[in-house]
């Protein structure tokens, strides 16, 4: 495996991670959303969400890591037991409580043991606009790549349909817009196919 870059404060990061063995990660309809829940309690505090894709086996995430100024302690207090200093948080500890949380319950449920995911999980800098912008389409293309679709519009667990909708989300669909000049284009974007030989040392499949 590639080394592994380090997650910091002010950084984008592609993040991926799949089942162990290739095996699946979810199970019923219910573990994507359990699964988005958890994303919101423990990566939500720490970072900026541009786009996500959940498929059977394996996940990805585009997110910006915030600054350490602009992390509101109190929102990383999971229970009256638990005091996070703000000096200690730790992006990647929180994917860990992410990974174990989701693991414990999944184990619990279906009478499993051992690991859901593969270990270490497995994240990409992204070091250009350029590289972000593809690298949005790459994730919403994700189900047509792995043919578990025709289109991005017909799979159901990714952002694509958040970015689209008028309804509040936590996924920055403005920003993400914004990178295509207006919806139409970003539209337009997401209907043709891309080329990904410039950044195809970067994408972690």
Known sequence: MASLDKIEFGHYYHIYNRGNNGDAIFFD????????SLYLKYIYPVADTYCWCL???????LIGIKELDEIKIEQLNYSTNIRINIE???????FSHLFNAYTQA???KYDRTGGVFEEPFR?????????LIKL???????PVYNRLVDTIPDYKWSSYHSI???KPTYILKNDVIELSDDLPNFQIYHSRNQDFEDIKSLILE
Do not use: D
């Open 88 to 94: 200690k948080v730790n992006p990647s500890k929180q």
């Open 55 to 61: 498929l059977k086996n394996h996940f990805h995430f």
């Open 164 to 166: 689209l909708s008028s």
């Open 136 to 142: 949005i389409f790459y994730i919403h293309n994700n």
């Open 106 to 108: 999944a184990n619990k």
């Open 29 to 36: 309809e219910e573990n994507y959303r359990y699964f988005l």
């Open 123 to 131: 994240r990409k800098l992204v070091s250009s606009q350029e590289y």
